[in-house]
């Protein structure tokens, strides 16, 4: 249906809210579609590649420009088509000019050698099969006396003595070995040859989370036993230093590794029942979203502000308005905008398994959550638990995909397997995330939490054990 404008011509129907909130999404998939093919790319080709693509931009912008208005010619489509041209150029140039700046780092041309390295700890360690541990590592100084070289990479040190426990923030020094990337377009790796010297003490941000997982550890262990003593650690804080090899195997072969990996679904939860728990008490609307803002900062402050934390929580708090939101436009606006300013600022982290599944999870909550809620409900079951319900099977499934494709998901029974954890997933979530920011200020008050998650932890543990038992699921080593 047309209007007539005040001269008395027809004017165009207006165009809906949703199609101008999506105008950011198709430009975004193509820089993350440029972003993933160009890894390893070598540089000539990825800049000519830019080249092509920024040249397609302007012809898209030119067509546009010089045909009228009267011409059958969709400009706003042609529009988005020359911005996602522009955007995948971009993101073609960003790579290119990664892998000039990485072949140009002193490290790689130490690949198979000895040196001293300079810098700082920018994660917590997580153990390796053959008894070390994995530590985020920004090197900042590459050899020494003389011979020191200024340049910074991001890198993972394979460490074993000393290494363990250090806060995010410690400054330190070590001879390591220079290992080679595991694929192109990779940094180095090191492996420590040395146990760190450490020349600077981590601040607040890196201390504050390193004393909540070690009192964490200390309420699992007064309130759990067996193997659920390292298992909320590492369902909570990503903290496997716990969990016995065998175990993480078992999780890995039955596709369910990816619950101790901290993501946008762990902020979805905890500020889920936040939200929950203050629409009970008869919150209004401006005061549900502090609390739940609240509870986001929170959640940053008791798992550490590491930069998959950060990524989880913006991408955790998207899903969470798409929620309470009946439009799907201006979140999936939102969620590729995070997409669009990740893959430009670090294409890495970009293409990586967590951030994808980060991703893939929040835009499935956009799309598909508040249907599959609508049709949970029943007169026997409130509307707050089909919301939950809806969140838990959504987020699950729409990861599966990227599980498989990405190796995560090991077993054949891996989809069944989340699917029979999905409901007890929030649960742990959130009470543990609860005991964890509890445990500092009230550790009885943190045990008691902790002890409620015992049977959701005991299933998640049986279902790891079925599935890695059944036929054709891969063998788990002992030790």
């Not at 993501?263 to 609307?285: D, E, F, I, P």
């Not at 950060?310 to 969620?335: E, K, N, Q, V, Y």
């Not at 980060?358 to 609508?374: E, I, K």
């Not at 920011?437 to 279902?463: I, K, N, S």
């Amino acid at each position: 249906m047309t209007t007539a404008d005040p001269a008395g011509g027809p004017c165009p129907p207006p165009r809906a809210p949703a199609a101008r909130d999506l105008r950011l999404v198709v430009p975004t998939l193509a820089l993350f579609a440029t972003t993933a093919v160009t890894v390893g790319m070598r540089p000539a080709v990825a800049t000519a590649l830019a080249v092509v693509l920024l040249a397609a931009a302007v012809i898209g912008v030119s067509w546009s420009v010089a045909v009228g208005a009267g011409d059958k010619v969709d400009h706003p489509a042609l529009g988005v088509l020359a911005m996602a041209c522009a955007l995948a150029a971009v993101g073609a140039g960003v790579q290119a000019a990664r892998s000039y700046a990485l072949a140009a780092h002193p490290l790689v041309s130490l690949v198979d050698t000895r040196t001293g390295v300079e810098g700082v700890v920018t994660g917590f360690d997580r153990p390796v099969r053959s008894g070390g541990v994995m530590v985020p590592f920004r090197v900042e100084v590459t050899g020494s006396g003389a011979s020191a070289r200024a340049a910074e990479l991001d890198v993972v040190v394979l460490a074993r003595e000393g290494w363990r426990g250090l806060p995010p923030g410690t400054r330190v020094r070590a001879s390591v070995a220079v290992l080679e990337p595991r694929s192109a377009g990779d940094q180095p790796g090191l492996r420590a040859l040395t146990p760190p010297r450490v020349t600077g003490e981590p601040g607040a941000a890196g201390r504050a989370p390193a004393a909540v997982r070690e009192r964490l550890r200390v309420v699992s262990d007064r309130a759990l036993e067996g193997e659920a003593v390292g298992l909320l650690p590492s369902f909570v804080l990503g903290d496997e230093g716990g969990v016995p090899t065998e175990t993480r195997d078992a999780f890995r072969a039955s596709g369910l590794a990816h619950l101790a990996a901290v993501s946008g679904a762990n902020t979805t939860y905890v500020m889920g029942a936040v939200l929950l728990a203050a629409a009970a008490l008869g919150a209004g609307r401006r005061a549900r979203i502090i609390a739940a803002g609240t509870a986001l900062a929170g959640f940053v402050a008791v798992v550490g502000p590491e930069p998959a934390v950060l990524r989880a929580a913006g991408t955790g708090a998207i899903g969470l308005a798409a929620l309470s939101s009946h439009r799907t436009g201006r979140p999936l606006a939102a969620l590729a905008g995070v997409v669009l300013l990740v893959a430009m600022l670090d294409p890495a982290t970009a293409t990586g398994a967590g951030f994808v599944l980060s991703v893939t999870a929040t835009a499935a909550l956009v799309l598909f959550a508040r249907p599959v809620a609508v049709r949970l409900r029943r007169p026997w079951m409130p509307a707050t638990i089909a919301d939950v319900l809806a969140v838990c099977v959504v987020a699950h499934l729409a990861t599966l995909p990227v599980l498989a494709v990405t190796g995560l998901e090991t077993g054949p029974w891996a989809l069944p397997a989340n699917i029979a954890v999905a409901p007890v997933v929030p649960l742990v979530t959130v009470l543990g995330t609860a005991a964890a920011a509890l445990g500092p200020v009230w550790e009885d008050g943190a045990v008691v939490l902790a002890w409620a998650c015992a049977p959701a932890l005991w299933w998640l543990e049986t279902v790891a054990d079925v599935a890695v038992s059944l036929p054709g699921s891969p063998d788990v080593a002992p030790g």
